[in-house]
Every structure is written in structure tokens, then in C-alpha cells.
């Protein structure tokens, strides 16, 4: 049902397979309204929707499965006695995939010690995956781009408290696009076919809506940095939050993370 | 390759099937930078790509082959001696499908003596279809909703002249995207996977980027209008354009138009 890269860790492979499978059994079980239901709160402090809960149950217990701690939307902290932890986006753009908008990921990376060594973005529409381990490359490059002017860049939407850094970016920008799915929007950018992808200035990401995108997008060529410049890691903390920049180049994130900043 | 549903016009299921063909052997057989290549004008007066061309071509060969007169991005108006006319985006989201963004789409629609009778808009990088007939209810329901606040609202991107309209959109929607195929974009509203979609005012819109929407949104429930009260008809004359706006109520599309208005 999803390409699983040889090479893939097996907890990491095994909860994609049971988040996809969750996935599509949710979505042909259930209608649009019963799968966009807010039925709790998440370990995030965000709202969880039966969507979620059915595909975070499902990676929970495989996680359990295969004895690996887990560090989870909904769910929060597991820890199942391991050195290795995944950091789990199960239904990245839940959004989008609750109203039919058929740009929904699962997005994981493996943790040793704290460490992120291995992420895998599967594409839940469709099966396709980007799979990368840190510090080898991989098999996708960036664009390359390391201006501003004329990119094109993915982004958040703009809220309230960053519309003037938001069109600071969009002004610059020769495309701009917001497909509400973090971890696609990143592997887009790790295969070259858009330059970057930012929460300009918004802080809306929480570490699994980035954590794999810091390890697939340096593979193919590229950065994840913040727009403030605080580090990118992992914490058990979930109530933590970045505006994460995914570009090209350093180069390219570093402008953005300036023009951000204004 | 591609679903043609049953009842499809003949030479627009033809013409469907030769731009899915023509696009998928550009993709195999040229680069990124090779598709994206600007080689000539269109008859809209927006630079032809040569992705656009390769496919373009391919559309005019096979409605000559089926003797129906063509309007055209690229080709602009051939006229083969029928009282049948295909009103024809051979590839919507150019710039897309050319950097490898999965968001690209066929559109087309069957007019005779001018009038709007049948549209096709088909998903090229999955195959899926949305076929409706003029004055017949389709498959599709829209969301019903009829107030902006808090809708789901896809967007073109801010233009220098819209930025003020567009905020004013953005700040009402609950949640907004910008997926650069408005093809796509106007079918999920159809199926009720988006509330609305609209050119917020920058007169981006050309005959070809909503004339499938036309017949394909009010069979689902729907409206198509321009954001300035011009009629969307179909014309020879490309140099036209508007700012559409596709709406799953007429309510929502007068009180998107009217905020776009200011």
C-alpha cells in the first residue's frame, strides 16, 4: 500500500505500515463529519480529531509492539524502556485530509538518545515516500536557490500576528503556494521542485511537523533553521514551537529567516 | 490512464486522453528545466512553456482529428468547421506539473453555439476525473456553506494590486490555501473538500482557468461569478480575464465577492 525504502528501520517501517493502513480504514470507515470530530485534547495542546486518534492509537501500539519509546501528537510521551525513540507526525495536514484534500503525510523520524538519525515521509494518498539518514546523502537534491527573489516558496498561511512578515516573503517570492501539510511541503523542497516552505514568523510548528524534515531535506542538499534561531531538537516538551524555515540552501535560509524577522 | 466516466462527448474524452498521454511522455522524456523552458507566446498572451506546448499540440491534432472547432491556451482559436467548440486548459498548474508539484490538471468543456454544455477536468498525476453536464445534478455535493467566516478558502496568490482584498479574505477564512491549479481547486469544491476558491481581485482568471468550473460547480450545487459582476462567458478573445470566484452556495460567493470588493 506505501513504499517502504529498503533500509528503513524496522519500528519506522512498521508504524508507517499501521498509521497508512489506520489511515485509509478511518477514511472509508468514516464520513467527513465523523472523522473531523473534535473528540479530546492532544498531548500538543491542540484539538484531536477522530482522524487522529485513529491513526495515533494505531502507531502507539506498534510502536509498543516493537518496544521503542514514542514521542507522539496526541498521544505525548511513551516510554517503552528504549534508546530508541520515534518522533511521529501519524496524519500530518489532518485538515486536508478530513475534508477530501487529498495532501495528507505520515511523517517519522528514529531518535537514539535524543539524536535524530532517520526520517521517512510517506505521502498517505498516494504511497510515496522519501526516506533519508542523517548524514548520508540521499537520493533527492534541492533546487539549489539561494535567493529570495523570484523562489518559489511554500507557506503557512498568514495569522493575525504575522501578516507583515508573511507578505514581506510573499512580495519577494515568484511563487507562493500553501498546501497545509508541513511534511509534504518539505520533501517537496528536499526534490527540488519548490526552492523553500516557512512558517514566516507564526510559530505554529511543533518538532514532529519539522523534526523530518531536518533530517531528509540536509540529505538532498538543504537546511532547516528557525526564523529566530533557536535550535531545532527534540524534547518531550510539545508545547514547544518553532517557525521552521526549509530551504534550498543555507543561503536561501538564512534570507528568509531575515526577511522573517524584518 | 486517466477515468473518462461514461456519457463523456467523444472528442472531449479524446482530447483529454491525448493531454494525458502528450504530459506524462514530456515528464518522461525532458528535465524540469527543459519542461519549464519559455519557448513562444500563447494566444492568452502568457509565455508557452514547452510542457505547455508539448501538450497543447497533441489537444489541437486530436480535435482536428475529431473536426470540433478549439479555444486554446497556447493555440488560441482554431476554427474546424463544427458548431462544436472545445474550450480547453491542456495543462493547469504549468508551473507545477514543471517543477514536480502533483497539482496539475486537464480542463475542458464542451460548448455549442457558444453555450457551456459539458466540462471534464481530470488530475493528471493520478488519473482521477470530474465529468458534469450543464442543467443535470452531478455526483458531487458542495459543503452548503454559505458564510465566510470561518470557511475554507483556496486562494491565487497576493498580487501587489489585490494585497489589501486578499487579506480581507484571509482573515475571515478558517483556513486558507493556495495550490496554483485552479482546475483542481474549483473541483474540491465540488466535492465539497473546500467551501470556495477565488482570484481575489487580481484579474488573473482567464475563459479557460473556470470554464470547466462552470458546469462542474453549479452540477454539485454550487456558483461560479467573477468577483466584479462580469458575466463568465465564453469568448474568442483571450485577452479577457476575470476574478472568479467559485463558491458552494450563491451566499458565500456574493459575501466572498462583496469582501473582495471592499
Request: net charge negative; with cysteine; glycine share 10%.
Amino acid at each position: 500500500m506505501i513504499e517502504i525504502p529498503e533500509g528503513t528501520h524496522p519500528a519506522l517501517a512498521a508504524v508507517a505500515r499501521a498509521a497508512a493502513t489506520a489511515f485509509h480504514d478511518a477514511r472509508s470507515g468514516h464520513d467527513r463529519a465523523a472523522l473531523a470530530e473534535k473528540i479530546g485534547m492532544g498531548a500538543d495542546g491542540t484539538p484531536t480529531t477522530r482522524l487522529d486518534q485513529l491513526v495515533d492509537t494505531a502507531v502507539a501500539e506498534t510502536a509498543a509492539a516493537h518496544r521503542v519509546n514514542l514521542i507522539s501528537e496526541e498521544i505525548g510521551v511513551v516510554d517503552n524502556g528504549s534508546a530508541v525513540t520515534l518522533v511521529v507526525d501519524p496524519v500530518d495536514g489532518t485538515a486536508n485530509a478530513v475534508a477530501g484534500v487529498p495532501l495528507a503525510a505520515f511523517a517519522g523520524v528514529v531518535a537514539i538518545d535524543g539524536t535524530a538519525v532517520e526520517s521517512l515521509t510517506t505521502w498517505l494518498d498516494t504511497g510515496r515516500s522519501w526516506h533519508a539518514k542523517a548524514g548520508e546523502r540521499g537520493p533527492w537534491r534541492t533546487s539549489g536557490r539561494r535567493e529570495l527573489d523570484g523562489a518559489a516558496v511554500n507557506l503557512l498561511r498568514p495569522h493575525p500576528g504575522n501578516e507583515a512578515a508573511w507578505l514581506r516573503i510573499s512580495r519577494r517570492a515568484g511563487r507562493v503556494r500553501i498546501l497545509s501539510s508541513s511534511c509534504i511541503e518539505a520533501a517537496l523542497v528536499a526534490q527540488g521542485s519548490t526552492d523553500a516552505f516557512a512558517d514566516a514568523g507564526s510559530d505554529t510548528h511543533r518538532i514532529m511537523d519539522i523534526a523530518a524534515a531536518a533530517v531528509l531535506v540536509p540529505a538532498a542538499g538543504g537546511v532547516v533553521i528557525d526564523a529566530f534561531g533557536r535550535t531545532v531538537e527534540i524534547d518531550p516538551d510539545l508545547s514547544r514551537r518553532w517557525s521552521g524555515v526549509v530551504a534550498a540552501t543555507p543561503e536561501l535560509a538564512e534570507e528568509i529567516a531575515a526577511t522573517i524577522v524584518g
